[in-house]
């Protein structure tokens, strides 16, 4: 009885062994994390007012390898800014920077005149509308998706049929058997491209947000879902300060401003007829995709 009991407790501490390395593994990671933890100012936002401000800012992974470098440039509040450019310019990064989801290796940026070191970039985030080519629809009602499941009170109730009339969409919510209580699917399979955008564009107004940034968010929709889906953005134009990354030009018309991205650098910035005119790369794009 006594050897079946050392043999078992051999047995136990093999397993042990086994899972050893990865113990270990897992307690460094979270020691990484805790030493590497990310580090905000302290002055919250209550809203946004004036500009969001660039003035030469750079952004590199290493020091000296950089993909983005010397930026200037304000974007205003409710204005809609577009960002063009061949794919590998940095659009991505730049909106990225915009939102504080990363910190410039160089230069400054000044929220409302205030240097987004000293901000708390939570408060910020929190009014900031995040829209991607990928929307995420929930196996829930119309209501939950749009809400991320808040109390289903009168007053949110209230916000969330709001959201949907700005994102265009309450017209087929109240077509649907329960409304706002119709179920959605798994990934939204119950709705088309469009309308899974528009349900997407309902989410982030239901927040009460200062801006909507748009990530590439109808490069993956066909040319008539893309123009509706457009049209509702240009409903929403001097609401909110939007902020476009696009490819397909034919979405950026309406823009007051475009940001024409080249290698990392600002190559222009205008309307769109003033580019059309003033940048011969600008018109080449758009000749190319036959706007």
Not at 64 to 83: Q, V, Y
Not at 98 to 108: D, H, V
Not at 112 to 132: A, F, H, P
């Amino acid at each position: 009885r006594a050897l079946s009991a050392v043999t078992m407790v051999q047995t136990y501490y093999n397993n042990f062994l086994g899972f050893s390395g990865s113990l270990t593994n897992m307690t460094d990671f979270m020691t990484d994390l805790r030493i590497k933890r990310e580090e905000h100012g302290t002055t919250k936002l209550p809203g946004f007012t004036e500009a969001i401000s660039l003035q030469n800012v750079s952004f590199g992974y290493q020091p000296g390898d950089w993909i983005l470098k010397d930026i200037t440039f304000s974007l205003n509040r409710n204005e809609t800014l577009a960002l063009v450019g061949e794919s590998g310019s940095g659009k991505t990064t730049l909106m990225n920077l915009l939102s504080g989801l990363l910190k410039s290796s160089q230069g400054q940026i000044l929220i409302d005149g205030i240097d987004s070191r000293e901000v708390d970039m939570e408060s910020l985030q929190q009014r900031i509308g995040y829209i991607t080519q990928e929307a995420v629809i929930f196996d829930d009602t119309v209501f939950n998706n749009v809400t991320f499941w808040a109390e289903k009170t009168p007053k949110n109730l209230e916000r969330c049929w709001t959201a949907l009339k700005k994102a265009s969409i309450d017209d087929f919510v109240q077509e649907q058997p329960g409304g706002e209580e119709a179920r959605l699917g798994n990934n939204g399979i119950n709705l088309s491209g469009g309308q899974k955008q528009r349900i997407s564009i309902a989410r982030e107004l239901y927040k009460e947000v200062d801006f909507l940034f748009m990530d590439e968010a109808t490069s993956a929709l066909d040319s008539e879902t893309e123009r509706t889906i457009q049209e509702n953005i240009d409903q929403l134009k001097g609401q909110y300060t939007i902020l476009i990354i696009a490819h397909r030009l034919s979405t950026i018309k309406n823009a007051d401003r475009v940001v024409v991205m080249k290698q990392g650098q600002i190559d222009r910035i205008g309307t769109y007829e003033e580019l059309m005119q003033q940048s011969a790369s600008f018109r080449r794009m758009v000749e190319l995709q036959e706007v």
